[in-house]
């Protein structure tokens, strides 16, 4: 058994880690255009960009890797994710969070618990529609970085470097896909040592959807305990 010290840390960088997949995410379904540092680097991610905003939805499934070495935590999850427009559902860790573009819907069968909320424009950490449009509108320099082949595909790196000293990030190297302009994976290296991978197995667009696909339906979850913030 791990001496509670140990359990301690793991539990921040597991925390941690669950704020640095929000990131990620938004910056998988929401990559828009900002102060010019680089103008290639530009030119791709508009690219990367009007390519996104050309689909009516998208469904990716993705591989997320925690990696501390000091810590000695390597540890590896998958999930998956559906949006369309200001909507979306995340499956990630057991949890699946819903947002219908109001609220909020997290789902924890663990717990059997639901916690609605609704979002507050003003905390910096809410997942927003606007911030899903406006995120690296400021607060990055960018560089076009290096280029690798992944199994006969063209992966072009952008790197992404905070311009916040407060930032717990050190760096994130973006990785594009340069024949399709899809994002195929996401590193995060954070200032305590801990780097993130976020890879994308699956990218799937304009797929069928259900009319209840960003719809939190109560009856699902009879037995569950119903906690609304607002």
């Known amino acids: 058994m791990k001496i509670k010290i140990q359990e301690i840390t793991n539990n921040s960088i597991m925390k941690m880690s669950k704020k640095y997949l929000q990131v990620a995410i938004l910056l998988l379904l929401s990559i828009t255009s900002v102060q010019a540092q680089d103008k290639k680097a530009k030119d791709l991610l508009n690219q990367v960009t009007a390519k ?9 499934d993705f591989k997320y890797s925690l990696n501390n070495s000091k810590e000695n935590i390597n540890q590896d999850s998958k999930g998956n994710v559906i949006m369309k427009g200001n909507q979306y559902v995340l499956n990630f860790m057991g949890v699946t969070k819903i947002f219908d573009g109001q609220k909020t819907y997290t789902i924890v069968p663990e717990d059997e618990e639901v916690t609605i909320s609704k979002v507050n424009e003003k905390d910096d950490n809410a997942i927003t529609p606007s911030k899903m449009l406006t995120f690296f509108n400021s607060g990055y320099k960018y560089t076009m ?20 000293g407060k930032d717990q990030r050190k760096e994130i190297l973006l990785g594009i896909d340069a024949q399709t302009k899809h994002i195929y994976n996401l590193i995060e290296t954070g200032k305590n040592g801990t780097k993130t991978t976020l890879t994308v197995n699956s990218f799937k667009t ?17 037995k569950y305990y119903i906690n609304k913030l607002d």
């Open 145 to 164: 970085d290096i280029v690798q082949n992944v199994k006969g595909r063209k992966i072009q790196y952008i790197k992404l470097v905070p311009t916040s």
């Open 206 to 222: 304009n797929q069928p959807l259900s009319k209840n696909q960003f719809t939190f339906v109560a009856s699902k979850y009879p």
């Open 52 to 60: 996104i905003k050309s689909y009516n939805n998208i469904s990716i």
